[in-house]
């Protein structure tokens, strides 16, 4: 018996497999870093990007260097520390997208914190970040991903296809009411237009679509029965886009305006 050796069982096997992905993967967490921290942020505020090393040690005399990582244009140099000199202080190389804009945490360095702070977020800052300790003993690499949500508002002649201002036409009476019509002409992004009152509401309306030479035209109608202010929203969420025209239109008890107006410029047809 004493040649005689017991075999694993298949569970116990399992065991072993599964205690070795582990050690492996925690061995990969500790050379790489961690896996990608998402930040958002909205468009013109602060972003600050966490950077820190489980060990916490003081940093001043590092080396640490932030890149972004882009699929078109390759890395872009965000924020390089060496030892008390970075580009804030003379060092060259940050990409022109970057200069001005970022700063580290001097006084948070003697506590491993290597994280950086953005300023004015834009659009073009969204994408994946890393934090690279390239002179640590395994080298470490932390990946973050800024999210920048857009804020809506007026882009003309900020980002090209943006749709201009819509124009605004009052139609005639229905049975509805007065019928108001908002064009929107040679949008080179389709827009999201709605209708609606002062107090924000949204008003039922017909829309109608056409596409020419690549250029979207749209109009959309709505009836309103009172006095108020209607504006006119014309949306395009991709780019952040957003412009509206506004008018104003008087109702007299049940009748429209343009309804006294015909009464003032035919007052024949409605003699008795």
């Known amino acids: 018996m004493s040649g005689f050796k017991l075999l694993p069982t298949p569970l116990e096997s399992l065991v072993v497999f599964v205690c070795m992905l582990m050690s492996v993967g ?19 505020d602060d972003a600050v990007l966490p950077c820190s090393l489980s060990t916490r040690e003081n940093l001043g005399g590092m080396l640490f260097d932030w890149r972004k990582n882009g ?9 390089l520390y060496d030892a008390g000199n970075h580009y804030n202080n003379g060092r ?3 990409d022109k997208q970057f200069k001005g804009r970022v700063s580290h945490f001097q006084g948070q360095l003697m506590n491993g ?22 002179k640590l003993q395994p080298s470490q690499t932390f990946s973050i991903e800024l999210v920048v949500e857009l804020t809506l508002k007026d882009r003309s002649g900020e980002i090209p296809g943006t749709c201009p201002e819509p124009y605004i036409k009052t139609l005639n009476d229905t049975k509805d009411g007065l019928l108001l019509q908002c064009e929107v002409r040679g949008a080179s992004l389709e827009p999201k237009i709605r209708w609606q009152d002062s107090a924000g509401n949204i008003l039922p309306s017909e829309e109608k679509v056409s596409e020419r030479g690549g250029l979207y035209y749209v109009t959309l109608k709505t009836a309103v029965t009172k006095t108020d202010h209607y504006r006119c929203v014309v949306t395009q969420e991709d780019i952040g886009h957003q412009i ?5 239109v008087p109702f007299y008890g049940e009748i429209s305006m343009l ?3 015909h009464l003032i410029s035919h007052p024949t047809r409605f003699m008795i």
């Not at 500790?30 to 013109?44: R, T």
């Not at 699929?71 to 924020?79: P, S, T």
């Open 244 to 248: 509206d025209a506004e008018t104003f």
């Open 113 to 134: 914190n290597a994280s950086i702070k953005i300023q004015n977020a834009k659009m073009a800052d969204s994408g994946i970040y890393s934090c690279d300790f390239p």
């Open 259 to 261: 309804v006294v107006k």
């Open 26 to 44: 925690n061995l990969l967490s500790h050379q790489h870093g961690s896996g990608v921290n998402k930040v958002f942020v909205k468009e013109h």
């Open 71 to 79: 699929q078109k244009d390759g890395q872009k140099e965000v924020f």
């Open 92 to 94: 060259q190389g940050q």
